[in-house]
């Protein structure tokens, strides 16, 4: 079995004419066969051999996934018409057919490729990275605001809780809630950034509009 020389005009008429009726040396899929006839053509077959430079063209086509495809590589005398034999590289220096890459690479290249792929992927990583806005700690408080007596304004005592503004302080939902004797407290809810308002902070401002506010107290504290 064989093509002949492959390095001659009339070992690349005995391919193109063996792949008039085939898309591969081997089976229906690009292979390992296919490789090993590709890689021993010095060079790509002219175009009046259509079906050869056809083929060369297509498996020169998986230059980066030739060592992922199936088979195991054979000599040549493998492949090809049983009644020709291969002849390719006899009148050849073996150190010649040896220098010949037909896909231009080589595993210091591919290194090197590989090397710049992973730098520039961990570069874009830390870039991202850094831009991702750091995580905030926040706490949902419920504040309980108790009045002197049954004649406090809550209104007036809402407005001036409310009126108390601070970076990272969002005040939400409130309510009054009946304590006894006629008497009704605030019960307010807060959200905070945990690094810049704190519970002292709003008890001792809450607490300034003396006033309307006996006391504060804190009902609730949950981390968001």
Same mark, same amino acid.
């Given at each position: ?15 193109? =004419? ?41 498996? @020169? ?39 010949? =890459? ?53 209104? @007036? ?9 601070? =970076? ?6 409130? @309510? ?17 950034? =945990? ?27 949950? @981390?968001?």
């Amino acid at each position: 079995m064989g093509f002949g020389d492959l390095k001659s005009a009339a070992g690349l008429r005995v391919l193109n =004419d063996f792949l008039a009726d085939k898309s591969y040396i081997e089976g229906y899929v690009p292979s390992q066969a296919d490789i090993a006839v590709f890689e021993a053509i010095a060079a790509p077959p002219p175009a009046d051999l259509f079906h050869a430079l056809r083929w060369y063209n297509h498996i @020169k086509s998986y230059e980066k996934q030739k060592a992922s495809l199936p088979g195991v590589k054979k000599a040549l005398g493998k492949y090809g018409p049983a009644d020709v034999e291969d002849t390719t590289g006899a009148a050849t220096d073996s150190k010649d057919d040896d220098d010949i =890459d037909l896909f231009g690479s080589d595993d210091e290249e591919e290194s090197e490729e590989a090397k710049k792929l992973r730098e520039e992927r961990l570069a874009q990583y830390e870039s991202k990275k850094s831009k991702k806005p750091a995580v905030i700690a926040k706490s949902s408080i419920l504040l309980d605001v108790k009045p002197w007596d049954d004649e406090t304004d809550m209104a @007036k005592l809402e407005e001036c809780v409310r009126s108390i503004q601070a =970076d990272g302080l969002v005040w939400g939902s409130s @309510k009054l809630v009946p304590v006894g004797y006629g008497i009704k407290k605030l019960q307010i809810q807060c959200v905070v950034e =945990d690094d810049k308002v704190g519970t002292d902070m709003l008890e001792e401002r809450i607490t300034a509009f003396e006033d309307y506010v006996q006391s504060m107290d804190v009902a609730a504290f949950n @981390k968001i």
